[in-house]
């Protein structure tokens, strides 16, 4: 967790009794536009995510669902490129060792995303922003953007066909060697 992230919820320990707690957060205009600088978006024009949390043997469990609206730049042309995220989710929050992260977690297929807390609270405003960091597409593409590609002269991965070039350069290198 960052020093002093964008969105901040925190939620003291103490206030998650031994059955569950419903928790509904919604970040701010100011923390959106920050959040968005973060990570690179045009604009975040919702952030919202609804918490149900209990306690375990090993922390506090975290599932709910993330809704977000993002603007991001189309990675061909440019063009904003708005869509929404709605996703499920489940943390796992551990507490951090003698204030230090342990060096390595062991996670099983079925385990959850994991969180580390310092002190006595966990910041459920970092948890959906850094859950919105893993939502959000690395490669948003506008409608028009495989023309424009094109256009520029970048092949598709079929036209490009890496095998058919790798096949050309072996018949090639039998012509040159014998």
Known sequence: MSA???????????????????VQIAAEAEERRKLAGRFGLSSLDRLEADYTLRRDAAGIIASGRLQADVVQACT???E???????????????PERDGELPDEVELDEGDMDTMFYAG????????AAETLALAID??????GAEAALRE????????A????????LKDLLERKGG
Do not use: H, N, Q, W
């Open 161 to 168: 066909k890496p095998a058919g070039a790798l096949a050309g």
């Open 76 to 78: 061909a042309t440019g």
């Open 120 to 127: 006595s609270a966990i910041d459920l405003g970092e948890a």
């Open 152 to 159: 520029a002269g970048v092949k598709t991965e079929k036209e």
């Open 80 to 94: 904003p490129v708005p869509s929404t995220i709605d996703i499920p989710f489940d943390i796992r929050f551990l």
């Open 4 to 22: 002093s992230p964008e969105f901040s919820r925190p939620r003291r320990l103490d206030t998650i009794g031994e059955g569950s707690i419903a």
């Open 138 to 143: 690395p490669y948003p593409r506008a409608p």
